[in-house]
């Protein structure tokens, strides 16, 4: 039931939920998260992963959400390659019956999404210069609160 | 295997080695790549909190490695 | 920041975000959650509001979260009339810097809109017959958890 | 003003009344409503538990109530 992809294009959020939602009369609510890139103070972001363990990691955190909550359904996509400030770079939706279950899956779905599917991200400053993102404490203790 | 500054760093993303015969675990891995040089010994320093997967798992250092296992070092993940 | 609206046509969740972040950069992550009509035992839905009170205590609840958490701006649209299964009833949108805060005010916007906000639900089934739908009380208690 | 099951019941959306002097507070609107007819007084019993707005804003029994306010009466809440 999970949809699981990294890809260099940009997501359209609509059209992903009507994807995950098509012909079903279940779904009470749908919950999404948008990861953007921001900053004033960088000119781009360039995203690298581990193709093949990524969708592994990625196909693996949604079957954990799956059973922990009853979904009809998630998405999960991650952006890879250059990204300006504004641009989405992950996607997650968490479909099912009740509100709850969707927004508390959405949370899980982007915690554990930050800390164990392997990305890396390198910025690139406006005068040219770049350095790789050092990896933050806070995400970790959010991935292990769930 | 090799990804982001580390990968930058050793200059290489992937090799095939052979391994000395007494290396039998990731964390042997990592003590015999600390003799290739002093870009591995700098890299694999404890402060760099390399991570390490083998067969496309995330892998502790007592995690078995056995003939022809893909094992990949990488920094803190940063995605999302 | 916030925008509210009451309306019968459907929302694009797409436009909504693209509208709520746009020539922004410090948007870090942007909460979302739709909610749909849910049912293979109903035909449809009609909603009815209190209108003029429906937007002040919408904008009120906006406000609320603005005020606890610090978001770059949200947004909350609510349907009203007839609708039909697996159609979107309510959109709730937060973007903040940093992604807990945005998952914690669509949380607590679609809690508080679900309680606060007057609104009715009338089910209509396919033999014709109707009723007003029943308040839950987990609604109030989710909201009252904040 | 009625909404939702309460409007179809009452037969009326809104109403524009006369109260009597002694009426000061919401509570006291709905005794004198209760004392309408048979619709009003089947409908404001405590296991309807309807709400009250006055002047669009949530309102308590106690809320006092003045010449002029707009009085809303509905059932619970069901939107989102």
């Known amino acids: 039931m999970a949809?699981?992809?990294?890809?260099?294009?940009?997501?359209?959020?609509?059209?992903?939920?009507?994807?995950?939602?098509?012909?079903?009369?279940?779904?009470?609510?749908?919950?999404?998260?948008?990861?953007?890139?921001?900053?004033?103070?960088?000119?781009?972001?360039?995203?690298?992963?581990?193709?093949?363990?990524?969708?592994?990691?990625?196909?693996?955190?949604?079957?954990?959400?799956?059973?922990?909550?009853?979904?009809?359904?998630?998405?999960?996509?991650?952006?890879?390659?250059?990204?300006?400030?504004?641009?989405?770079?992950?996607?997650?939706?968490?479909?099912?019956?009740?509100?709850?279950?969707?927004?508390?899956?959405?949370?899980?779905?982007?915690?554990?999404?930050?800390?164990?599917?392997?990305?890396?991200?390198?910025?690139f400053r406006a005068d040219g210069s770049h350095s790789w993102v050092a990896a933050r404490d806070a995400d970790d203790a959010a991935a292990a609160r769930w | 295997m090799y990804f982001a500054w580390l990968r930058e760093r050793l200059g290489s993303s992937s090799e095939r080695v052979a391994m000395p015969l007494d290396v039998s675990d990731v964390a042997g891995v990592v003590t015999w790549l600390r003799t290739r040089g002093p870009a591995f010994a700098a890299a694999f320093v404890p402060e760099n909190r390399i991570r390490c997967a083998v067969n496309q798992e995330f892998a502790r250092p007592d995690q078995p490695v056995h003939a022809n296992d893909e094992v990949a070092f990488f920094p803190p993940l940063t995605g999302g």
Chains 1, 3 share one sequence.
């Open chain 1, 3 to 123: 949809t699981v992809r990294v890809q260099a294009e940009a997501f359209e959020v609509s059209a992903e939920m009507a994807a995950l939602t098509a012909g079903r009369v279940d779904v009470g609510g749908i919950g999404c998260f948008v990861g953007t890139v921001r900053g004033a103070d960088i000119a781009a972001l360039e995203l690298e992963h581990f193709p093949g363990m990524t969708e592994r990691a990625m196909a693996a955190i949604a079957a954990e959400a799956e059973a922990r909550w009853s979904l009809l359904g998630c998405t999960l996509i991650h952006r890879v390659g250059r990204l300006v400030p504004g641009e989405g770079i992950v996607l997650v939706l968490a479909a099912s019956a009740h509100r709850q279950a969707a927004l508390d899956a959405t949370g899980y779905l982007i915690d554990w999404l930050k800390t164990s599917a392997p990305f890396w991200k390198k910025e």
